[in-house]
């Protein structure tokens, strides 16, 4: 049973960075493909980075150049830098592990780390 806790999040202006950061416990982290997904108000829940266990990374457009996913095995913790916020970016973000194929979230979440961006 893989239990996941975010933190990081906070309110920053438009423009400012972030770093979230997931700690995993349970399984074998360093074989866990992982993602970050985020959920707006009113919205559902969206995938928004991967990180496959060989190192490759997969963005969904909208933060295509703007967010990375990494992943310290030695930690269990997987992060997401977080640059050139934008109001857009406003929600709920959460980490899971993913099945890569589909990116579909394989574990039960966690309690999510709130990012609000200011205009």
């Known amino acids: 049973q893989v239990e996941l806790v975010e933190s990081g999040g906070g309110l920053v202006q438009a423009g400012g960075s972030l770093r979230l950061s997931c700690v995993a416990s349970?399984?074998?982290?360093?074989?866990?493909?992982m993602g970050w997904f985020r959920q707006a108000p009113g919205k559902g829940r969206e995938i928004v980075a991967g990180?496959?266990?060989?190192?490759?990374?997969w963005y969904t457009g909208s933060v295509r150049d703007r967010f990375t996913i990494s992943k310290d095995n030695a930690k269990n913790t997987v992060y997401l830098h977080m640059n050139g916020l934008k109001p857009e970016d406003t929600a709920v973000y959460y980490c899971n592990s993913i099945t890569w194929a589909t990116m579909a979230p394989a574990a039960a979440w966690g309690q999510g780390t709130q990012v609000t961006v200011s205009s």
């Open positions: 990180l496959h266990r060989s190192s490759i990374t």
């Open positions: 349970g399984g074998t982290f360093s074989s866990f493909n």
